[in-house]
């Protein structure tokens, strides 16, 4: 194995995540194997801890630790484009697409597809599928944000640098606006209201942080608690099953990892096939806790990115998307009864 390395970012390489420029410096690692070195503070940038999805600049130093040694002389370098999707991933994958011009794709990703690879997810994901997405550009598209894996709903990749940067830039600054919809346990009381819980990562028990989890803090205790982080989420009550479940909206307004499920847990009203965060297995007696309604809901993640605002990165165009509901959730939706054209795409007016 080599020793620590201190390495320094090409003037080619700048404004692009901290793993990315990991996989294409060392082929050898696991994405999921990155994210632990960054996580845990063993590769540093410029001297400080960072995140996996940190953008780097040019002339910035990257502490890297011991890893096996790189692969024989002659291998493809990392750059190399991944191999082409199965005929079905990319017919798939291109269904997937709701709008694409010449600087961007938005497109509607499915329930059980993670955005990138890692520890246990193999190599189909997003990521490996944007060589689907090329549509005669030399250069496959980048993601410039992320779903979890069982989360459906929009998604943004850019085409080109230069909407790359300004797309990143938008999502960091949350010049964007996504609403998700969930179905939740129990009904949340006020109907409308913001939670406030600062998020702390509470590490799993696999080799590679599999089963990792985020646990809520008080906000008072955010400052006194290391790594944790403030966060905040706007959710509005749209529909109600008696006192046993509700469709409800929710705004990110900060971007945590897992911050809708987690804050929803935590107030007693899991997302409904949330095994993680406590949605998948309890009994429901009305009271909030436990989103068993019965196997025509099966244990699917019931959580959609559904609406989504943004500025075109290269026009100044204002621009907004809605994707349909993922199978599962709209099969869930027609048995309640509940009509999409009900309710209004943003139900928060007064915080836009």
Same mark, same amino acid.
């Given at each position: 194995?080599?020793?620590?390395?201190?390495?320094?970012?090409?003037?080619?390489e700048?404004?692009?995540?901290?793993?990315?420029?990991?996989?294409r410096?060392?082929? =050898?690692?696991?994405?999921?194997?990155?994210?632990?070195?960054?996580r845990?503070?063993?590769?540093?940038?410029?001297?400080?801890?960072?995140?996996?999805?940190?953008?780097?600049?040019?002339?910035?130093?990257?502490?890297?630790?011991?890893? &096996?040694?790189?692969?024989p002389?002659?291998?493809?370098?990392?750059?190399? &484009?991944?191999?082409?999707?199965?005929?079905?991933?990319?017919?798939m994958?291109?269904?997937?697409?709701?709008?694409?011009?010449?600087d961007?794709?938005?497109?509607?990703?499915?329930?059980?597809?993670?955005?990138?690879?890692?520890?246990?997810?193999?190599?189909?994901?997003?990521?490996?599928?944007?060589?689907?997405?090329?549509?005669?550009?030399?250069?496959?598209?980048?993601?410039?944000?992320?779903?979890?894996?069982?989360?459906?709903g929009?998604?943004?990749?850019?085409?080109t640098?230069?909407?790359?940067?300004?797309?990143?830039?938008?999502?960091?600054?949350?010049?964007t606006?996504?609403?998700?919809?969930?179905?939740?346990a129990?009904? &949340?009381?006020?109907?409308?209201?913001t939670?406030?819980?600062?998020?702390?990562?509470?590490?799993?028990? =696999?080799?590679?942080?599999?089963?990792?989890?985020m646990?809520?803090?008080?906000?008072?205790r955010?400052?006194?608690?290391?790594?944790?982080? !403030?966060?905040?989420?706007?959710?509005?009550?749209?529909?109600?099953?008696?006192?046993?479940?509700?469709?409800?909206?929710?705004?990110?307004? +900060?971007?945590?990892?897992?911050?809708?499920?987690?804050?929803?847990?935590?107030?007693? !009203? &899991?997302?409904?096939?949330?095994?993680?965060?406590?949605?998948?297995?309890?009994?429901?007696?009305?009271?909030?806790?436990?989103?068993?309604?019965?196997?025509?809901?099966?244990?699917?993640? !019931?959580?959609?990115?559904? !609406?989504l605002?943004l500025?075109?990165p290269? +026009?100044?165009?204002?621009?907004?998307?809605t994707?349909?509901?993922?199978?599962?959730?709209a099969?869930?939706?027609a048995?309640? =009864?509940?009509?999409?054209?009900?309710?209004?795409?943003?139900?928060?007016?007064?915080?836009?």
């Amino acid at each position: 194995m080599s020793g620590v390395q201190h390495l320094v970012v090409g003037a080619a390489e700048g404004d692009q995540r901290l793993d990315r420029w990991l996989r294409r410096r060392f082929p =050898g690692l696991t994405q999921g194997r990155v994210e632990k070195l960054i996580r845990t503070g063993q590769v540093r940038l410029d001297g400080a801890r960072a995140e996996a999805g940190t953008r780097i600049a040019a002339g910035q130093q990257v502490r890297v630790p011991p890893l &096996p040694p790189a692969p024989p002389a002659g291998s493809p370098p990392a750059a190399t &484009p991944a191999a082409a999707p199965e005929a079905a991933d990319a017919a798939m994958i291109q269904r997937a697409v709701l709008f694409r011009d010449a600087d961007i794709i938005v497109l509607n990703k499915p329930h059980g597809l993670a955005s990138q690879g890692g520890s246990g997810l193999g190599d189909r994901h997003l990521d490996a599928l944007t060589a689907a997405l090329t549509f005669g550009y030399k250069e496959r598209p980048v993601l410039v944000h992320r779903l979890d894996r069982d989360t459906s709903g929009l998604m943004v990749l850019a085409r080109t640098p230069r909407a790359a940067r300004r797309l990143a830039e938008a999502f960091r600054s949350r010049e964007t606006r996504k609403i998700y919809w969930a179905l939740v346990a129990g009904v &949340p009381s006020p109907a409308m209201g913001t939670i406030r819980y600062g998020l702390v990562k509470a590490g799993g028990h =696999g080799p590679a942080g599999e089963g990792e989890r985020m646990r809520c803090v008080l906000p008072d205790r955010v400052e006194a608690t290391p790594g944790a982080r !403030h966060a905040t989420t706007d959710y509005a009550v749209l529909a109600t099953l008696g006192r046993r479940a509700a469709w409800v909206a929710l705004v990110p307004v +900060t971007g945590r990892t897992h911050q809708l499920r987690a804050h929803m847990a935590e107030t007693g !009203h &899991p997302i409904v096939g949330d095994g993680k965060y406590g949605g998948s297995g309890q009994e429901n007696a009305g009271d909030g806790w436990g989103a068993s309604l019965g196997p025509e809901f099966g244990r699917r993640l !019931h959580l959609h990115a559904r !609406h989504l605002w943004l500025t075109h990165p290269v +026009t100044g165009a204002r621009l907004s998307f809605t994707a349909p509901l993922p199978p599962h959730m709209a099969a869930s939706w027609a048995t309640l =009864g509940w009509q999409a054209g009900d309710v209004p795409p943003d139900p928060f007016p007064e915080r836009r």
